[in-house]
């Protein structure tokens, strides 16, 4: 059952009417009291789901694509079991009057011993934000909402990242709590409105554009190519989003790497589960077929002009030809001619995306201890544990072509990292 809490804290629209009449964008002018309701289960979730959906029309940010309401339903309706309190949803609703302005999902965890409130659906969400209405000033809901989770959650630290430098949350959370993210901004290839394909290319140096040709050429041999894209309500997409997980453990394996996400139970469940509701954030798979068979797959999450590559894989046995990066390329391709503004790479830059990236959103983070508990738990895990495990997982990597050695290495960082009980 969610819970509902007002605060006075009105602006009249006489008030509003002393403000600068000369300016000329009409934004609303909204009155009544600041309402923050605590959304705490699935079903609260779907009861809500009309408002929800509602406001991802009215917001504008696409940095927001991990608060949008498929994602969400989904992660809920895999980890947050009525019998199960590991992952309990604390999804905040602040409303002025009857106007709902913002939407804040997070979910309580225990880890490590401390209740801490973090990101919905992390490790998987990868950017933390609020969805806010575009035309209403939401700033004093958001600093209210993030006061009524330190006092009322029940949680010992708040703990969210990472955040895009221009969220609405950083400008209402005390700065004290904010520092630099690990994962350093996200990697962003915008071109202008109206660019054509051809009109991209050229804007890359001539080295790119003669390893896309001849990376085509290439593939063209092993059989006929085509890039095809795939939504929930597609057949194939479950089985699509499946076989790309099994890629990318494939390549982990090969690699020596660690992924705490998808050591995780169920989440070939809930990456395959988004339903079929007609959001503004819509799952959307990128295929890369030769001959009818698949051979690269990207897990995307698209909304508000913006393409956001959160998992792609390819056919190991294609590797020399470099599907994924001859993917890429065909996605952007893609979105330049469906109307699309950008493809983001999200976190972590790396040399492979800098090949695309002409723009770049510096990521924070918020951490907040309320209880000593939670300053404990800050020090042990961001000062002591979480840097150990960084140089235990770069030392597993590098240990690829030892894999003994790389399967122990990743147990124990399996191990330290986890943060849910069986389920």
């Not at 997070?106 to 973090?118: D, F, N, Q, R, S």
């Not at 080295?207 to 050429?217: G, I, L």
């Not at 590797?319 to 979105?335: E, K, R």
Request: aromatic letters at 10%.
């Amino acid at each position: 059952m969610s819970d509902s809490f007002a605060y006075s804290a009105q602006q009249s629209a006489d008030e509003a009417s002393n403000a600068d009449v000369q300016c000329e964008a009409e934004t609303p002018v909204i009155s009544g009291e600041w309402r923050i309701e605590t959304l705490k289960s699935l079903a609260d979730i779907r009861r809500n789901a009309f408002r929800w959906i509602a406001l991802e029309e009215h917001s504008k940010d696409p940095q927001a694509v991990f608060q949008g309401f498929a994602w969400c339903e989904a992660w809920a309706e895999t980890y947050c079991k009525p019998q199960d309190s590991s992952c309990e949803p604390r999804i905040f609703f602040i409303s002025r009057g009857e106007t709902l302005v913002a939407i804040l999902p997070m979910m309580l965890e225990t880890h490590m011993g401390a209740k801490v409130l973090t990101l919905f659906g992390e490790p998987h969400s990868q950017l933390a934000n609020a969805l806010i209405h575009s035309e209403i000033d939401s700033g004093d809901g958001l600093t209210l909402c993030l006061a009524q989770a330190a006092l009322l959650a029940g949680a010992d630290v708040m703990a969210l990242g990472p955040i895009p430098e221009d969220s609405p949350i950083l400008a209402s959370a005390d700065r004290k709590f904010i520092s630099t993210d690990p994962a350093e901004s996200i990697s962003i290839c915008r071109w202008p409105n109206g660019e054509t394909v051809d009109g991209h290319l050229k804007t890359l140096t001539r080295n790119t554009r003669k390893n896309f040709y001849r990376r085509q050429r290439r593939m063209e041999e092993e059989g006929s190519l085509q890039f095809q894209q795939f939504t929930p309500q597609d057949s194939e997409f479950k089985s699509l989003v499946q076989k790309s997980l099994d890629w990318k453990r494939d390549w982990l394996e090969r690699s020596g790497a660690f992924s705490l996400g998808l050591s995780m139970s169920d989440v070939d469940t809930f990456l395959s589960g988004f339903s079929g509701r007609n959001t503004v954030f819509r799952p959307v798979l990128d295929v890369l077929f030769v001959d009818d068979e698949p051979i690269s797959i990207s897990i995307n999450i698209v909304g508000h002009g913006i393409v956001h590559c959160y998992l792609s894989a390819h056919n190991h046995e294609f590797s020399d030809l470099s599907p994924g990066t001859l993917a890429t390329h065909m996605a952007i391709h893609n979105g330049i001619e469906t109307g699309e503004s950008g493809y983001s790479f999200l976190g972590f830059p790396t040399q492979f995306k800098s090949i695309w990236t002409n723009e770049s959103v510096p990521l924070l983070r918020y951490h907040h201890a309320l209880t000593l508990r939670g300053k404990i738990w800050l020090q042990l895990w961001t000062r002591g544990l979480r840097p150990v495990a960084k140089r235990v997982l770069t030392y597993a990597r590098s240990a690829a072509h030892k894999p003994v050695l790389g399967k122990v290495l990743n147990g124990f960082l399996n191990l330290l990292s986890k943060r849910r009980g069986k389920r």
